[in-house]
């Protein structure tokens, strides 16, 4: 009701006009009810034009621009690919920061917070140098770095940039840092030169001795039969110097070229500790030095070589008897217990052995005492050769010593 009042009150005048035509039609003898038949046509008509008209509403014309996609970084795919390297790799940006390293990188050089600078990690100015040529050159560059702290490295860093182009034509530049560890190429490196080092100076001594003796016999001594047996006798001692010092290289040549061979016979070390004792008693003989035995009831097999396993216990027995005859005894203990493994240790009553040079004992050429070394006839490979042989065969070598009270080597199965 309320909402036909208010469309009659907005349609008032064409209603007083529809009233106004009412009056002037009776007025004019029209018939009653044809008047009043007009009047409510006329009002009706005006109540149904003021009625609200809902708008058509405008079609959307289609629109004829399309949206270009918004460009992507390629960083994730590249990422993805570098997480798969076993070498320490990094990707950076423009100004340095870091924006991506894989596993292999923060385990060398700890975790970087992504978004940093390189310098936040890696203080070298070598590094950062290159870093700084080959983004502003967007030329590859590569130098040699050393870290020192956990543990002595050597790298070849590389840097290079790198040019992504996405399916749209964006293009994204990014520079990938790599670490390439030559750590073991160094000291294989260093130690053939300093094998070689070792080698020539082994050698040099023995033969300039035969040089100057055999100038001797052939100068002053030409006539002098017995400067002549002297000088022949120690001459002797050179050449057999030299001698098993020719050897020993070859033994370790050998053994190298089959070290990842492992043997498969099966030796008792019962028998073959007591076939090493019985050859060495007449050196134990000649420096006063007891040896004792301690070998359990029945068989200790172990895999092995007989001879090169005869060459270990050899080595280790009669370097006890040499080095710590002070001591007057050497003692060799075999255990075989069930469930653990085959244990042989050679113990000596000697001056023992300063802790720093024990790590170094099996190192080619290298020697405690030097002097004492050469006078007992050593070469100064006798350990490296053990270490070779139980490397072999899979097992170990355990040194023990204390100044003043001896030393142990036990070779574990």
């Known amino acids: 009701m309320e909402r036909l009042t208010a469309r009659l009150r907005r349609q008032r005048f064409v209603l007083m006009v529809a009233i106004a035509i009412a009056v002037i039609a009776t007025v004019a003898g029209m018939n009653g009810w044809g008047v009043l038949a007009l009047l409510l046509i006329l009002i009706v008509a005006a109540v149904w034009s003021a009625q609200p008209t809902t708008p058509k509403p405008i079609a959307e014309e289609p629109s004829t621009i399309e949206e270009e996609p918004a460009s992507r970084s390629l960083l994730p795919e590249v990422s993805a690919t570098l997480s798969a390297l076993d070498i320490p790799v990094m990707v950076l940006a423009g100004d340095a920061s870091v924006l991506f390293q894989n596993k292999a990188a923060e385990k060398a050089f700890g975790e970087v917070v992504i978004g940093a600078h390189i310098s936040a990690r890696l203080r070298s100015p070598g590094i950062l140098d290159m870093l700084r040529e080959t983004i502003a050159t967007n030329a590859p560059n590569q130098i040699e770095h050393s870290e020192r702290l956990p543990s002595e490295r050597v790298y070849i860093v590389r840097s290079a940039p790198v040019e992504l182009v996405a399916h749209n034509g964006h293009g994204e530049r990014l520079f990938v840092l790599s670490f ?234």
């Open 180 to 413: 390439r560890d030559i750590s073991e190429v160094r000291r294989i490196d260093r130690m053939r030169s300093d094998f070689v080092a070792n080698a020539s100076h082994e050698l040099r001594t023995p033969l300039a001795s035969l040089r100057g003796f055999i100038e001797t016999i052939q100068g002053p001594a030409k006539n002098d039969l017995k400067a002549q047996e002297r000088f022949l006798g120690i001459m002797f001692d050179q050449t057999t110097r030299m001698s098993r010092l020719v050897d020993d290289l070859l033994s370790l040549s050998r053994l190298e070229l089959k070290s990842h061979i492992a043997p498969d016979e099966k030796v008792d070390l019962v028998p073959l500790l007591g076939h090493v004792r019985d050859a060495l008693l007449p050196l134990a003989k000649d420096v006063g030095v007891e040896m004792v035995l301690h070998l359990p009831e029945g068989k200790a097999e172990v895999a092995g070589d007989r001879d090169e396993l005869v060459q270990v216990f050899e080595n280790l027995m009669e370097n006890a008897c040499k080095y710590g005859q002070e001591g007057k005894l050497v003692e060799v203990f075999l255990k075989n217990d069930p469930g653990t493994p085959v244990e042989v240790t050679v113990v000596d009553k000697g001056p023992g052995i300063p802790a720093e040079h024990v790590p170094r004992l099996t190192e080619r050429f290298y020697r405690v005492n030097i002097e004492d070394s050469r006078s007992k006839k050593g070469t100064g490979l006798g350990l490296a050769i053990v270490k070779h042989i139980l490397t072999r065969h899979r097992a170990r070598l355990i040194v023990k010593s204390e100044v003043g009270k001896g030393t142990s080597f036990t070779v574990r199965f």
